[in-house]
């Protein structure tokens, strides 16, 4: 009997992948996907916390393309093992915290472990030359290719025509007329290929996947490493860092201020973790205290509260301040006006 050829593709829930996969279905390749879980995605939290992203899918895109295409998924956590590769990129970060090249490098390397130890013959992405600044060059591709380990073993069905022949055609598994010579970074050949295919629906790719190319998250990922003195984190910071209003009034501590409904019962569950405050006269939102008050801090934090909440215009209102055991302590403030909110307190 003739062997099946089984690949695996690595899938992040946009439309390149996608189409990557069904260009190998379509000569007669199994196919299984791969989805690494660093933490930083995008789409698995906010969209779910938010009232404001209420119209939005609350869907896993990668889950979501591996049920179109028909195939297995397989989501592996690799937050702890990621941490080296955001700490220590070897080819630095892109325009903010996003080690890109070394990413890939990584979910490739990943990915050869994985077909290593599962049986399969080769590996799969949606890369296009030209398609991102970092990590979809040319010669950053090659590095990929050859940094992970993967070499030849690796196909590129958007764009593998712009490479030399790979494994898997040298051995007749796939057919090099069947790939594609996609290149630069216009979304068209991709959207008339999905059109192709009967793809009527798939994320779009404009504000990216990852939390790491978000300068805003990027400058307050940098802020944490500054303030505990070495770059490490878990993974409730990681959390932390897409919710809320980050407000740093002094060195010593930062504020969480919670923008809506959906974040402040999100941000309950880090009460035993942090210090907090509320308004106790008006409605308002609730605040964690990330790091240490000190002598006049807590009446400060708590004239920030009365801005964000609804007695913003009152005179005097009701701030309560509760600790991690749990005692609670009352102030009586004026809100700070915006005029006396400095905008460098903004993270």
């Known amino acids: 009997m003739t062997k099946q050829i089984k690949a695996v593709a690595l899938i992040s829930g946009g439309l390149d992948s996608m189409l990557a996969v069904r260009v190998m279905q379509e000569q007669g390749i199994y196919v299984e996907g791969i989805n690494f879980f660093t933490g930083f995605c995008v789409e698995g939290h906010t969209h779910a916390i938010r009232k404001q992203d209420q119209n939005k899918q609350k869907r896993n895109n990668a889950l979501w393309v591996a049920e179109q295409l028909g195939i297995k998924l397989h989501i592996i956590d690799v937050i702890d093992e990621y941490k080296d590769v955001l700490i220590n990129p070897k080819h630095g970060y892109g325009a903010n915290m996003n080690p890109c090249l070394d990413c890939k490098t990584f979910m490739v390397t990943k990915a050869m472990e994985w077909i290593a130890e599962n049986h399969f013959d080769f590996i799969i992405t ?7 600044p970092m990590s979809q060059r040319r010669d950053t591709m090659n590095i990929v290719s050859r940094d992970s380990g993967a070499k030849n073993l690796l196909v590129r069905p958007l764009c593998g025509k712009n490479f030399p022949a790979t ?3 040298e051995q007749g598994w796939i057919s090099r007329e069947g790939l594609l010579d996609f290149n630069g970074r216009s979304r068209k050949p991709q959207m008339a290929l999905a059109a192709k295919f009967g793809f009527d629906e798939y994320a779009q790719p404009a504000g990216g996947c990852c939390f790491l190319t978000d300068e805003n998250y990027s400058r307050k990922l940098v802020d944490l490493w500054q303030v505990q003195g070495h770059k490490d984190y878990d993974f409730d910071d990681v959390l932390l860092l897409k919710i809320g209003r980050h407000v740093r009034p002094r060195p010593h501590f930062k504020l969480i201020i919670g923008r809506e409904e959906g974040e402040n019962k999100f941000m309950e569950g880090y009460k035993k973790r942090f210090g907090y405050l509320y308004t106790k006269s008006h409605p308002g939102p609730l605040v964690l205290i990330d790091g240490e008050l000190k002598e006049g801090d807590a009446e400060l934090a708590a004239q920030i509260t009365g801005r964000f909440g609804k007695g913003k215009h009152a005179d005097r ?24 909110f400095p905008q460098e307190w903004y993270l």
């Open 126 to 132: 949606g890369e296009v030359i030209g398609q991102r």
């Open 167 to 169: 494994y898997p055609e």
């Open 317 to 340: 209102i009701t701030v309560a301040l509760v600790d991690t055991d749990g005692n609670e302590t009352e102030f009586e403030v004026t809100p700070m006006s915006g005029d006396d």
